[in-house]
Each structure stands twice: as structure tokens, then as C-alpha cells.
């Protein structure tokens, strides 16, 4: 039926959603609506196929030694967890955590891209996905999420909140760049403040309009895809967002679609809002920590 809508009639695709959704309100365990509300988009690095000169901070691929372990295989009721660890012995340990793997040189051999900034390259696996203009071979190419190491996603501006280097105003992630530039001696101490660490994998830019795949496998929407947690909110379904936009009491309220995971979008009422690719997706995105409110739209009993 959906397909007999006409997708640039606006009043039809309403009365389409009116006649066959029934909206949801999302609340949390402890019966509340409010959430956080944060943003996310495709950023742009400079980089290289081979390590020289200003290129010197490696992108991995994914470690041959990872094991991912399907709980849901044997438990059911934890579909969509998973563990990542490595085989010691006849044991399953947990695999190395970020500062492990850059003090190590575990990695070695695993390079995929080399690119000039490692503050970049930091935000790159927050964000999952990005764009790289390789200096040496004048090509772009898209690096997409491949794995993770499995340790839970740490906010490094919370950390350095409560470290006292920044107030929760400033730890925005231009705060955060700023903060780094001034202090490159404790850059890898605050990078290794979270233990999670993403794996990448190349993948040809086909259409520079279009977002990168999300975890529901399609290309994202600039401001109409919605990273959430599919514990709550299953991937696919459409999702009315009441929020403001970044720093500012101006009303954000549309239909999204959940086309997206993310590690640290845990929780009912809890949101990445995707701005898309370029230099205003990147201020928007960056800025972005609102409260907001969610509504599932779930099919009518009957449909």
C-alpha cells in the first residue's frame, strides 16, 4: 500500500501514516518521557594508502583474532547481544581494550587507511562511518563501521567534566578538539578514557548524495534517520521526535525513521539525530545534547 503513495504529496503520506500507524509514547523504566536527544553525521578526513609525512594515524581493519559470540544463538531472550573477546587457550577472554591495543602493537599489519589527524580519526569510530580524501591515489572512499571491540562506548567529555578541565557547556566536541590541541601530551590519556575501539571497512562513495548504511543496511537520511536503541525502538520503525534544535529552544519536530545503533545510544528515550555530511551536519551535531520526547509508530491492530 505504502508504495501507492505519492512521495512528494505531503498531505497524502499523512493520511496514509493517520489510517494504518498507531502512535506509541516511548517512556522510560521509570515511567518518565524525557531523554537526551544527540546528533551525529559523516565527517570528511584527509588521509592516505600508505603511512608518511603527515599520515601517521592508522584506520584498522578488523583483527583476524576477534570472535564475536551470537548470545541470542542460545538465549533467545538476548537477541541482539553480543560478545567480543579472543581465544586464549581452550578460553574466551575479553579482546583488548583501546589503550591495550595502542600500547601493544597488536594491530600491526591491520592498517586499512593512514589519515593526518588522530583527534579526527578518534571521532570517526564515535561517529562510525566517514568519508576519506586520499592525498596519494586522488580518490574519496567511504570507511564504514566493520566491528568493535567490545568494550562499552565512554563519553571523553564527560571525562574530562569530571576531570574539572571543562564545564558541561564547553564539552561540546569542538570543546573537545579545542581542549586537545592545547594539551597534545595528555591527548592519548584522554582518547584511552574510553576502552571501546571501531573497526573499519572500505567502501566505494557510488553516490556522493547519499548518507552511509546504517545498521538496518540502507543509506542514511540527512535529519530523517534516527539511531536508537533497538531494545525499545525496533530498526525500521517510523519514530515522531519532539526536541529542540542544537543550543537553542527552537522546536525540532518531525517523523524519523530508526534506521540506526550506536554504542552510545543506550536506553528508551534516547536518540542520535543524523545532520548528514559536511560542515554544518559537523557544527550541528556536535552541538547537539537536547531533551526530547519519542512516539513509535506501530501498525494498527488488523493491519
Known amino acids: 500500500m505504502a508504495q501507492g503513495v505519492d512521495a512528494q504529496d505531503a498531505m497524502a503520506i499523512r493520511a496514509f501514516f493517520e489510517a494504518f500507524f498507531q502512535p506509541q509514547r516511548v ?9 537526551l536527544i544527540t546528533g551525529y553525521y559523516e565527517p ?35 537477541k541482539n547481544m553480543r560478545l567480543r573477546g579472543r581465544l586464549v587457550g581452550n578460553k574466551v577472554v575479553p579482546y583488548w581494550s583501546r589503550a591495550e591495543l ?33 592525498n596519494d591515489t586522488q580518490e574519496t572512499v567511504r570507511v564504514a563501521y566493520a ?21 558541561l557547556d564547553q564539552a561540546s566536541a569542538q570543546g573537545i578538539k579545542t581542549w586537545a590541541a592545547a594539551h597534545p601530551a595528555r591527548e592519548q590519556e584522554l582518547l584511552n578514557a574510553n576502552p571501546s575501539f571501531v573497526f573499519f571497512k572500505e567502501e566505494k562513495v557510488a553516490d556522493p548524495a547519499q548518507g552511509p548504511k546504517g545498521s538496518l543496511g540502507v543509506p542514511l537520511t540527512p535529519q530523517r534517520s534516527l ?33 540506526d545503533t550506536g554504542g552510545a545510544i543506550r536506553g528508551a528515550v534516547r536518540a542520535d539525530f543524523f545532520w548528514g555530511f559536511g ?25
Not at 551535531?285 to 531533551?291: I, P, S
Open 27 to 35: 517512556v522510560n523504566p521509570d515511567g518518565s518521557d524525557q531523554g
Open 44 to 78: 570528511l578526513l584527509h588521509g592516505a594508502r600508505k603511512r608518511g609525512g603527515s599520515y601517521r594515524t592508522a584506520l584498522y581493519k578488523v583483527p583476524a583474532d576477534l570472535l564475536t559470540v551470537d548470545l541470542s544463538a542460545v538465549y533467545p531472550d538476548l
Open 102 to 134: 595502542e600500547q601493544s602493537g597488536v594491530l600491526n599489519g591491520k592498517e586499512l587507511l593512514w589519515v593526518d589527524d588522530s583527534i579526527e580519526a578518534f571521532f570517526l569510530q564515535v561517529q562510525g562511518s566517514g568519508r576519506v580524501v586520499l
Open 147 to 167: 566491528d568493535q571491540n567490545g568494550y562499552p562506548y565512554k563519553s571523553i567529555g564527560r571525562y574530562l567534566v569530571d576531570k574539572g578541565e571543562l564545564t
Open 227 to 259: 539511531a536508537v536503541d533497538t531494545q525499545t525502538i525496533p530498526l525500521g520503525a517510523p519514530v515522531y521526535l519532539a526536541t529542540t534544535q542544537p543550543r537553542s529552544d527552537a522546536e525540532l519536530q518531525r517523523l524519523m525513521l530508526a534506521q
Open 279 to 303: 560542515g554544518d551536519a559537523q557544527e550541528n551535531a556536535g552541538k547537539m545534547k537536547q531533551r526530547g520526547q519519542l512516539w513509535v509508530l506501530l501498525p494498527k491492530s488488523g493491519q
